[in-house]
């Protein structure tokens, strides 16, 4: 629903800021039960502090609300509010029930399943027949998790973002939305050879060569043409019938170690975030102590400019030439920084005991020190 027209309206009439937030459903119904607020109408409000929340509606465990900050409402502008998002939400409910297509049908009776499953902890769950059969999910499928970056008052239509990625991949997809602002995509696996007959006499690309290619052109394409920046998660080609859960909760996982360790990344790759992984089971004493061990006191030595060429330098393999050429450097000045970081640190990262040591202390610091 897009209440920011809500709120506009209500401010101006009156003269009071309105925020629109997420709260606990838990700490929704305390505040319910100590002012004995009838929960019979989701056009209700309660107060918290000096301000006045009306519920709007229920996103999984939290209800968004609107606020109107440290304002004194009379009885006849409270029920002014109440009456307004009532009116709102009546508008919503008709237009549901009269434009919700069939394939946005299927795809939110998946969502109600899966977040059943989030609900009771489940790690893994197989969809029932039922489901499976009417939406098509015993063919292989390409799973992509898209999370928006977007206002938490923005609205994004289904059959819009449904049209948008049908027209990039140009092929039907199958798109599921889950929690706020996170949109699951199933693709047809047969775009993983479509082209193919183009690149003949090339080398041949791997699957995630060509997983990876695929990401990054859709990613290309919703920060342009959507809705602003979004992180996206990517895993190989599944089954969905038989391993829908367990794969959404691993493009999550993908999405959370990415975001925590390449910070200003947005496309986020399982089988690049093995390492990340691990590390990230270390328990926090640890990675401090680990951090502690191989820098020794020379934190200062990370500077920006250090960290993006020893990044670089690891992903080019250790390949001097190569990492000056990408950093637009002469090989020198490269020899110079290496050499440098060397005298500071004592750790010579053109050896491989010390590249190893330096390649996780880079990524436990991003994690610890700039927490």
């Known amino acids: 629903m897009d209440w920011e027209r809500v709120k506009e309206r209500l401010?101006?009439?009156?003269?009071?800021?309105?925020?629109i937030s997420l709260l606990p459903e838990a700490d929704w119904q305390q505040l319910m039960e100590e002012q004995e607020v009838r929960n019979e109408s989701n056009s209700r409000s309660v107060i918290r502090?000096?301000?006045?929340?009306?519920?709007?509606?229920?996103?999984?465990?939290?209800?968004?609300?609107?606020?109107?900050?440290?304002?004194?409402?009379?009885?006849?502008?409270?029920?002014?509010?109440?009456?307004?998002?009532?009116?709102?939400?009546?508008?919503?409910?008709?237009?549901?029930?009269?434009?919700?297509?069939?394939?946005?049908?299927?795809?939110?009776?998946?969502r109600d399943w899966l977040l059943e499953q989030m609900e009771r902890g489940s790690t893994y769950a197989e969809l029932p027949d039922s489901l499976a059969s009417q939406s098509s999910l015993y063919s292989t499928k390409i799973p992509l998790l898209?999370?928006?970056?977007?206002?938490?008052?923005?609205?994004?239509?289904?059959?819009?973002?449904?049209?948008?990625?049908?027209?990039?991949?140009?092929?039907e997809i199958i798109l599921i939305p889950l929690l706020n602002k996170e949109w699951l995509i199933l693709a047809p696996e047969g775009l993983l050879t479509s082209g193919s007959e183009e690149r003949e006499g090339d080398e041949e690309e791997s699957v995630e060569q060509t997983l990876d290619a695929l990401g990054s052109g859709l990613y290309e394409m919703l920060a342009n043409e959507w809705v602003g920046e979004c992180h996206l998660a990517i895993d190989y080609p599944v089954k969905p019938a038989k391993s829908l859960f367990a794969t959404i909760l691993k493009l999550r996982e993908t999405i959370m170690l990415g975001?925590?360790?390449?910070?200003?990344?947005?496309?986020?790759?399982?089988?690049?975030?093995?390492?990340?992984?691990?590390?990230?089971?270390?328990?926090?004493?640890?990675k401090a102590e680990f951090l502690e061990q191989v820098l020794r006191g020379t934190d200062h030595a990370l500077d920006t400019e250090t960290v993006t060429t020893l990044e670089h330098f690891f992903t080019l393999d250790c390949n001097v030439s190569e990492t000056a050429k990408k950093l637009y450097?002469?090989?020198?000045?490269?020899?110079?920084?290496?050499?440098?970081?060397?005298?500071?640190?004592?750790?010579?990262?053109?050896?491989?005991?010390?590249?190893?040591?330096?390649?996780?202390?880079?990524?436990?610091?991003?994690v610890t020190k700039r927490k």
């Open 11 to 19: 401010e101006a009439v009156l003269q009071a800021p309105i925020e």
């Open 49 to 110: 502090g000096q301000d006045v929340l009306f519920y709007l509606t229920k996103e999984h465990k939290d209800v968004r609300v609107l606020q109107v900050a440290g304002a004194q409402l009379t009885t006849s502008e409270r029920m002014l509010v109440e009456m307004a998002v009532e009116t709102k939400q009546t508008q919503e409910k008709k237009q549901w029930g009269t434009f919700l297509s069939e394939d946005e049908r299927k795809a939110h009776q998946l």
């Open 146 to 171: 898209l999370y928006g970056d977007y206002s938490q008052n923005q609205s994004v239509s289904y059959a819009e973002l449904k049209k948008l990625l049908e027209s990039f991949f140009e092929s």
């Open 259 to 286: 975001r925590s360790f390449h910070v200003g990344s947005f496309i986020h790759l399982r089988w690049e975030l093995r390492l990340e992984k691990l590390l990230h089971l270390i328990d926090e004493e640890e």
């Open 329 to 366: 450097i002469h090989r020198n000045t490269l020899l110079y920084r290496l050499d440098k970081f060397k005298n500071e640190t004592g750790l010579d990262v053109r050896t491989f005991n010390h590249a190893v040591l330096v390649r996780l202390a880079l990524l436990l610091y991003k």
